[in-house]
């Protein structure tokens, strides 16, 4: 009877360790310069920074096979640019967007609160680039893709870029993958049960009683 118990234990712990939701916020870094600046703010080859934070496990919006849309929304989330020591930050929101041989690989992040759109945008005409429509915890090879393009348009600046470097700098998992935490929750409650079945040990005091 104690070992139906604590395998029914085992068992409901473990259930809603593997099947809980886990999620966390993952920021992809980028360097790269100005292309295109039809207001004058700048000037050709001048640096470009930024920084794009998403939801590890943002929920796909668009169900066509090979493409990807996953919105991030909250606290945290976001995009944010430096041009020429210049700031520039959209708060609040930000997709990533993904398509996996529509005769292209696209990869892309775009944030807008309406008055300011920051964007990159890579292309890959050898569809080599992605192997799936899936959202990257992972930055992509930028090497992959051959047009790599980042974009800024507000009401007073316009600026067009090329990106050199993504690279990740928090939230960073190894390989792309996220933890699993469900499974380091299944083995802790292993652990407690294998304690829980273990005999009880009598103490020396009572063993020497009965001697």
Not at 103 to 116: K, M, S
Not at 169 to 180: D, L, M, N
Not at 202 to 209: M, P
């Amino acid at each position: 009877m104690r070992m139906l118990r604590v395998v029914r234990f085992v068992f409901a712990l473990g259930l809603l360790g593997a099947t809980g939701a886990y999620a966390f916020p993952i920021t992809f870094s980028f360097t790269g310069s100005v292309t295109d600046d039809p207001f004058g703010l700048s000037s050709f080859g001048a640096p470009i920074s930024g920084t794009y934070t998403f939801d590890s496990a943002a929920s796909d919006a668009d169900p066509t096979p090979s493409v990807g849309s996953y919105p991030s929304i909250g606290p945290g989330f976001g995009f944010s640019a430096n041009v020429d020591g210049t700031n520039y930050a959209v708060a609040g929101s930000l997709s990533v967007n993904v398509a996996n041989d529509i005769t292209v690989d696209q990869y892309g992040a775009i944030a807008t609160d309406g008055a300011l759109t920051l964007e990159l945008f890579f292309e890959d005409s050898t569809q080599t680039a992605l192997s799936s429509g899936a959202l990257p915890l992972a930055p992509p090879a930028i090497a992959g893709f051959g047009f790599r393009q980042f974009r800024l348009f507000s009401d007073d600046a316009q600026f067009l870029g090329t990106v050199d470097t993504l690279i990740c700098s928090a939230g960073c998992v190894g390989g792309g993958r996220a933890p699993e935490p469900g499974m380091l929750w299944i083995l802790g409650t292993l652990l407690t049960a294998f304690a829980m079945l273990a005999p009880p040990r009598k103490s020396l005091r009572a063993r020497g009683a009965l001697t």
